[in-house]
C-alpha cells in the first residue's frame, strides 16, 4: 500500500516523525485507512492512500487541499452529524480528569462518497499526543468498512473504565452505557473466528466440543444482536470488545 506524509516542517519538539513511521508500519499490515492529524494546525501529517475508503480520491490530493477536500466526500447529513457530536463531545471531554484523557478512544461512523456509492466507514480515534491540560495534539485514526449501510453508533470511552458514553443524534446528547460482558471463553472464541479459523477448528484449539462452541456463538449473538459470526466479530472489534 503506498502513502502520503507531510510533515510540519516547523514542528521540533517530540519530532512527529516517529509517528509517522509507526502509522506507516500500520498502514503496510492492514487495509484500513490510517491517519494523523494535526490538532493544533488542523491539518494531516499523515494519510494512507486508501482510495476505496477516500471516495475514490487519492491521499496527496486530500492533504494538499485540505479539509475543505474531505468534507467534499461526506454527505452533506453526515457533515451536521458530526458538527454536532464534534460540539458536544467537547462539553464532555472537559468533565474527564486529566489524567485519564490520554485513554479516551472514540468510535463513530460516517459516510464517504456521494448517492449510491457512499460507503459507511467506521472510525477509531485516539491521542498520540496530548498538552498539559490533555487536550489532544496529534491524533491517530483508523477507519475501517462498516458491515452496515446506515447504522449511527457515536461513542467514546476510557480505556480503564467500563462505562461507555453514546450520543443520540435525536437529542444531541451523551448517555452511560456498559461493556458488553462476554465470557472469556466467548472472547477467546471470537478472537479465534476473527483469524479465520472454522467452528470445527476452534473447538480444537480450545479443547472443546463443537456444540459448546457453537453454545458460544449463540449466546454471543443474543448478547451484541447480531445473527451471524461475521456481525459478531466486527461489532466486538468496532466496541473494543476483543
Known sequence: MSSTVNTATDRKPGDVAIYVAMAEA???MTFALVYLWDNTRSQFIYLSDNRDLLGGRSAARIMAMGLDELKELVPDDDL???HQVAQSFEANYSRIPTHLRHEVVVYLNFRIGRGND???VNQKI???DVD???RPNIIFGIGTPSV???ERNIF???ESADVFRSFDPETGLWSETYRINITDDERRMLR???SGFSAKEIASIMSKSADTINFYRKCVYEKLDVSNIAEAVAHAVHYGII
Open 26 to 28: 500500520v498502514a503496510r
Open 80 to 82: 451536521r452529524l458530526l
Open 118 to 120: 457512499s460507503l459507511l
Open 126 to 128: 485516539s491521542w498520540l
Open 132 to 134: 498539559d491540560h490533555g
Open 148 to 150: 452496515h449501510r446506515t
Open 156 to 158: 467514546f470511552k476510557i
Open 192 to 194: 479465534l473466528s476473527q
